[in-house]
């Protein structure tokens, strides 16, 4: 079974670091460190009308859940950011490089093993 946690922030109604670093926190603990956790930033549709989320709120509960110890975090609805690419976990190579839903580069060879430090990527998500 793979499992992937997505989390839609929106302004003034789940914007709260600390919320979601308790998250954050329960994702590692319950599930495990390597379990992908995907931070959407929300912009306004139908009848929500609350302002997009900052990319730096965005950016800053992306560095709060790595120090917090998860393994594979990614940005959603913030194009071609760093952070929605794929970094192995050991010595922090670019991996998987993306836009939106859209592999641009893979580094990874097919045993799934870091080129640069042989980390075993295997052990944490599947191709």
């Not at 670019?94 to 870091?114: D, E, H, P, S, Y």
């Not at 640069?116 to 191709?127: M, Q, R, S, T, V």
């Given at each position: ?92 190579k ?21 080129p ?12």
């Open positions: 079974v793979h499992l992937e946690i997505t989390t839609l922030i929106i302004p003034t109604v789940n914007d709260d670091l600390k919320v979601l670093s308790d998250i954050g926190k329960r994702i590692s603990n319950e599930l495990g460190s390597a379990t992908p956790w995907h931070l959407t930033r929300y912009f306004p549709a139908y009848k929500f009308s609350e302002p997009p989320t900052h990319v730096k709120f965005l950016e800053d509960a992306y560095l709060m859940a790595k120090k917090n110890g998860l393994k594979f975090v990614y940005l959603g609805n913030v194009l071609e950011h760093k952070y929605e690419n794929t970094y192995c976990t050991y010595c922090g670019l991996l998987i490089k993306r836009a939106g839903l859209t592999v641009i580069k893979m580094t990874i060879n097919k045993n799934l093993v870091c640069e430090c042989g980390d075993a990527l295997k052990n944490y998500f599947i191709l």
